[in-house]
């Protein structure tokens, strides 16, 4: 920190460069994206008070303090607003900010992001007042059967042979020709739940370097993998890189149930039962995946395959059911907007 301070008016030289214990330094990011620094001694009044906030929820060196109360409570209001709107019109909002229609597959989330003011992008940021924010669709608002389970994340595989020969070469060797008949088409899918074999791709999704027993998991050389019979690695994620993904997007989780129709046009509604899961750790994560509850689901396929130009599609996700969602936070707790 005393790079980024040299020759800054009233740098706190002494509390940097001194040893003294109890001294705290705040990282915070504000919403220009601008990080702000500050640090104090352990008599100053606000140390004292930091102590009494801080919990297990870490990530990495630091420690993060929830003092979203505020926040909390306006997310609520903003769904409890959004439930009360009914049917809505299936749309996202473009790069520019504004709404256009839309009419993907997945225009439920699209569609409330468009609500909340959220522009997609890419960045592994929450979405909304420190909140990621799930939607899934249900059968109906009374019974709230989940119609299909959740897409956690879809990160890309960071080594293996998917990586080391390309995902043309991987579904090669480890796809099977298209199920419904579609020619010229390799596929790579299918549940793989960890310790199991799956057949149709002949590869085992296990963890390296986790010890469910002792509750610890090495961050530097352990990764999730698929396995061959022989246990060559056809691809692998890196604990450090979905640790970053998981502790910085999903602390705190916004679950919110959908309804579609499309008999007058393409419409969603939302709510009124909503989940909010605050406070993970890459641990929980893990262990969720130890035990099933987790499994990778991918949807990689190569088109024209006996073309000079290929074309592939790449779609490696972790998926869970909505009835386990629970267990990947320390609280869990249901809101019902009609009340609010």
Known sequence: MSGFLKGAANAPNRLLTSRDEG???????????KIIGYVIDRDNPISSVIARLIDTNSAGVFT???????????LLLKLAEIYRKGWIDSKRLNSNGNAVPCNAPNCGGYTLEAELGVTPNGYPLPDYLDFEIKQYGVNNFESMKPLSPLTLMTPE???????????EAFVRKYG???KMGRPDRLNFGGIHTIGKRTDITGLTLNLKGYNSVKGNFDPDNGGIVLEDDQGRIAALWNFSSLMEHWTIKHARAGYIPSMARTELAKQYSYGPIISLGLGTDFKLFLDAIAVGHIYYDPGIKVENISSDHPKTKRRS???????????????WQEYNLAVL
Do not use: C, H
Not at 23 to 33: H, K, T
Not at 64 to 74: A, D, K, S
Not at 317 to 331: E, V
């Open 157 to 167: 595989p960071t080594g293996g042979y998917y990586v080391d020969m390309g995902v």
């Open 64 to 74: 993060e303090i929830f003092i979203g109360e505020t926040n909390l409570r306006e």
């Open 23 to 33: 001294r705290v330094m705040f990282l915070g990011v504000a919403a220009s994206d």
């Open 317 to 331: 996700q972790f998926r869970i059911r909505i009835s386990s969602l629970y267990t990947l936070y320390r609280s």
């Open 176 to 178: 099977y020709t298209d």
